[in-house]
């Protein structure tokens, strides 16, 4: 299947028609990936490496094969990226984005709305987007396992969280799982349900678009190689682990963030993606659902669920705290200069827009409120946490660099 990938540089952005025999064994690799780190993992946790010879000395050029191989692949591996340090789930060998029908364009949410925006509306929207995730993050910081998961280990992603929320970021959501993947291109949230469920077939025969399912992949040296360009060009996209974080929603999913500074970019013009097409089908939708323990698999129940009014309330929120607009346009502050002379005109700007349905309100108080009871019950859900208890060891590799 992947043999024609290694003989090119680029992949097609044509469609590729595949059956349910393809996707089969696409499950079956994806199987094979999971024993790999599996296997790895279990090597890194027993102490083992691949450099030191029986002789007791070390073999250098194996140490590429530790930092290239066996990092990346190793479950609980800290390693630090430019949004933060991740403590990583391993590497598979391939990336993978699953979308119920065929789309003309795959983008972040946020991006969804700006492309068609004015330049200057474009600047408003997306600085009260990042106000919303900016809140967001002020409210997981009143949680105590937020609080030692920055002290323990590592970055608490709050825009990748954000974006499992629901809220808009410029992140577009990737994963390590072909079997993750496939069930978000096989069934679809309920809102109802407040849960998901498989496809119906009225769904399915919608029309010729929702006719199939999608699978975007790319092979991970695909990804590597793309991931090599952005230090030197940040308006390209760059695709990073999420990892395990606190409330762990991503760490079932595999998730990986796609970051994209470009609202005209689409994953369909992406020459590192395939696009694997398949013939949607309510038998195929209800195994997937199965196969998936009806979804669980990918959202378990987690404390930060009972927060689900909370989030709504921030992720169309048009009242904002003064220390939220203060943090936002400090990071923005060239950006808005291209096109408001000061701070009063932008705020002018800001409350005279058309975009959000009403007058914004800056520095009255959070568009939030948690309760003292609603705190303690999540705290007490999480207060015996660790990633040791649940099996999970640290590991690092001390990193030397000369000034």
């Not at 990346?72 to 430019?82: L, N």
Request: proline share 3%; charged share 25%.
């Amino acid at each position: 299947m992947f043999n024609y990938i290694m003989k090119n540089k680029t992949l097609t952005n044509e469609p590729l028609i595949i059956n349910e025999e393809v996707l089969a064994f696409l499950h079956k690799e994806n199987e094979l990936d999971k024993k790999e780190c599996r296997t790895v993992t279990a090597s890194s946790d027993r102490g083992e490496n691949y450099y030191t010879r029986p002789d007791g000395k070390e073999d250098r050029f194996n140490f590429y094969k530790e930092v290239l191989y066996r990092d990346p692949k190793t479950d609980g591996f800290i390693m630090g990226y430019p949004y933060g340090t991740v403590i990583r789930q391993g590497e598979r060998n391939h990336y993978y984005r699953g979308e119920t029908q065929i789309f003309s364009a795959s983008r972040a949410n946020l991006y969804r709305k700006v492309c068609s925006l004015s330049d200057v509306d474009r600047v408003l929207y997306e600085f009260v987007a990042d106000m919303r995730v900016y809140e967001f993050a002020l409210l997981l910081q009143k949680f105590e396992i937020v609080e030692s998961w920055n002290k323990s280990y590592g970055n608490v992603l709050y825009c990748p969280l954000a974006q499992h929320y629901g809220l808009e970021t410029r992140f577009l959501d990737i994963t390590n799982d072909f079997d993750t993947a496939l069930f978000f291109a096989t069934c679809c949230w309920d809102n109802q349900l407040n849960w998901w469920r498989p496809l119906t077939k009225k769904e399915i025969e919608k029309n010729e678009a929702t006719g199939y399912g999608v699978i975007f992949h790319s092979p991970a040296w695909q990804i590597n190689s793309m991931n090599m360009v952005w230090p030197y060009n940040k308006n390209k996209p760059f695709i990073g682990p999420i990892g395990f974080q606190p409330f762990m929603r991503c760490q079932y999913q595999y998730g990986y963030i796609l970051y994209i500074n470009d609202p005209f970019y689409t994953l369909q013009s992406d020459s590192h993606f395939e696009k694997l097409h398949f013939k949607q089908s309510e038998k195929l939708s209800e195994h997937i659902f199965e196969l998936m323990d009806c979804g669980k698999k990918i959202y378990p129940q987690e404390g930060i669920t009972e927060l689900s009014d909370i989030i709504k309330n921030i992720a169309n929120a048009t009242t904002f705290s003064q220390e939220a607009f203060e943090a936002i346009y400090s990071e923005n502050k060239e950006r808005v200069g291209e096109y408001f002379e000061n701070i009063d005109e932008f705020l002018n700007g800001l409350q005279n827009s058309k975009l959000f349905g009403e007058t914004l309100k800056i520095g009255l108080s959070h568009p939030w409120q948690l309760s003292r009871q609603r705190k303690r019950a999540i705290d007490r859900a999480y207060a015996d946490f660790s990633l040791e208890k649940m099996g999970i060891k640290l590991h690092s590799r001390l990193v030397l660099c000369q000034k």
